[in-house]
């Protein structure tokens, strides 16, 4: 009987650690990605330049046609705390004749 208890308890644990750790998770406290319309969405990669820790990085791509899109984020972790904290992030959108519409 305590085998089938334990294996139950365990079982438990392992359904609430994944939920904790979910897609869900974020997106509820709005850490995740905005929606798209459609899921149409341009998903090219960002150039991302890493700067030490307790700085935010910097990303870069190109977001239409002669426009470069800029964006900086920092996220840490309080002590005894086991959520992640996000810091809005700075973004800017300049001229770039370099990017040109696919």
């Known amino acids: 009987m305590r085998r089938v208890i334990r294996a139950a308890l365990g079982a438990v644990l392992v359904v609430v650690v ?46 239409g046609d002669g426009k470069r899109g800029y964006a900086t984020t920092k996220s840490f972790r309080q002590e005894g705390d086991d959520d992640v904290k996000i810091i809005p992030a700075h973004a800017v959108v300049v001229d770039d004749p370099g990017c040109r519409a696919r």
């Open 18 to 63: 994944a939920c904790g750790c979910s897609q869900q998770h974020y997106d509820e406290r709005g850490k995740g990605d905005a929606p798209v319309a459609g899921r149409a969405g341009e998903n090219s990669p960002a150039e991302v330049y890493n700067f030490p820790d307790g700085f935010g990085n910097l990303a870069t791509k190109c977001v």
